[in-house]
């Protein structure tokens, strides 16, 4: 049995001055946040829900499906502020990093987090040259990151099968993963124990973003029930853009495509095993494969060079998944006996300038959006910002450069990214 007790350590906002609004970025009155309905119970839905909870807010938290078994199931779940430009979305992400470890402790040290570290090493010279730098700018931002020799890379991860021509390894200690699976279920099941009302399939598909009087919005659903909420939280991934039209939103959330042939958000993932000691114990990436300890004795595989989409026939995903674990055993031992255990293609919800969005829609008062590529790294530290606005009215300065405003049409142009994993 999940014991009830604190998710987070929350603040509460100042005391309500009984005037009943709360302010926007841009100086409009809205009504203060009492009643929410999240969309979407994925780890980012699933963090939010829990913590307005906390905070003393009704929650509705509405999953079309079953809560973490889209994106969220088949993420990477590498924990990292690792290539992650520019210097604020580092930091945003560094975050991230360090709000799931207090999460964690504060949990009594939760099975599904696993600060084991990653290993990255390239397989060319200008590669390496490429690596070294990027090691030498994280370690000036005071991230630990350095690099290693073989010798100390063999007794960091055992498993390795490193090249005799690689000069160095990049070590970054403090990254991980997380377990995707359990930590979403302990959360939507500590958040029910905070009074948290969750709907799936039908009765929370939703169907319907209708404005009401004020700010105040009515939430329909497929099972016919009507929802009013004095915010609305929209944290559904791909399925963001779809759901914001139908508030009759102006504003755009653009994201890579990815539903038509040659899309470049979706990506495959395999898992594979049964792992055998001395198999891998960090995240690992190695030049073609990136890899890391998964459930079940099992390894999840990735690749940068998988290329892949919705209509990829079985017969191409199969030899896709099939190269990723020959790949994966020239990279580290304990995988000699292994078989694919499945695969999956994977829609990575992944804004168009690569920078997270978050924050109230413009045009569509009482909808608030949060939608961004690193969803894992960074769904419990923006939980609490969310949270902030939402309770407070007061604006997250580090959401600022965030904001879904910068779509809207006479906006200034941003330029974009590279993506990182």
């Known amino acids: 049995m999940i014991k009830h007790e604190a998710i987070f350590t929350y603040r509460a906002p100042p005391p309500d001055t009984g005037s009943g ?17 999240v969309i979407g119970a994925g780890v980012l839905g699933a963090c939010v829900a829990a913590r307005l909870a906390e905070a003393g807010i009704g929650v509705t ?15 990477f779940a590498w924990l990292n502020a690792n290539d992650k430009a520019p210097r604020a979305y580092h930091d945003l992400n560094h975050a991230g990093m360090r709000a799931w470890a207090d999460l964690s402790a504060s949990l009594g040290g939760a099975a599904w987090y696993r600060p084991a570290g990653n290993i990255e090493w390239a397989a060319s010279a200008p590669g390496h040259t ?4 990027r090691v030498r700018r994280l370690a000036g ?3 630990p990151a350095r690099l290693v020799d073989i010798a100390e890379a063999a007794e960091l991860e055992p498993s390795l099968r490193l090249p005799a021509t690689v000069p160095k390894v990049a070590w970054f200690p403090e990254e991980g993963y997380l377990l995707t699976e359990p930590l979403v279920g302990q ?5 029910a124990q905070h009074g948290v009302t969750v709907l799936t399939g039908e009765p929370g598909r939703v169907t319907g973003l209708d404005g009401g009087a004020g700010a105040v919005r009515v939430v329909r659903t497929a099972a016919g029930q009507l929802i009013p909420a004095d915010a609305v939280v929209c944290c559904a991934g791909r399925w963001v853009p779809e759901l914001t039209a139908l508030a009759g939103a102006a504003c755009p959330v653009p994201l890579v495509p990815w539903a038509e042939p040659g899309a470049a958000a979706p990506g495959l993932v395999v898992l594979a095993g049964p792992v055998k000691p ?9 030049p073609d494969v990136y890899l890391r300890p998964h459930a079940g004795g099992l390894v999840h595989l990735e690749a940068p060079d998988a290329a892949v989409d919705l209509h990829t026939p079985e017969a191409d995903l199969r030899r896709w998944a099939d190269e990723l674990l020959r790949r994966a055993r020239r990279a580290v031992r304990g995988l000699a006996g292994a078989a694919v255990a499945g695969y999956r293609v994977c829609v990575r919800p992944m804004p168009a300038d690569g920078q997270s969005i978050v924050g109230w829609l ?7 959006v949060a939608v961004t590529h690193s969803g894992v790294t960074l769904a419990a530290h923006l939980a609490r910002l969310i949270t902030a606005e ?16 910068r779509f809207a049409a006479g906006a200034p142009e941003r330029s974009g990214r590279e993506f990182g994993h």
């Open 130 to 133: 490429r690596l070294a730098a």
């Open 362 to 368: 413009p045009g569509a008062d009482g909808l608030y």
């Open 278 to 286: 001395p198999g891998p114990a960090r995240v690992v990436h190695a």
């Open 390 to 405: 939402l309770v407070s009215g007061t604006p997250a300065a580090d959401l600022a450069p965030y904001r879904p405003g």
């Open 21 to 37: 609004v709360q302010a926007t970025a841009k100086g409009r009155q809205m009504p203060r946040t009492r009643r929410c309905v």
């Open 61 to 75: 938290l509405l999953e079309r499906a079953q809560p973490g078994r889209a994106a969220t199931r088949s993420s």
């Open 141 to 143: 931002w005071g991230y």
């Open 187 to 191: 959360l939507v099941g500590l958040a």
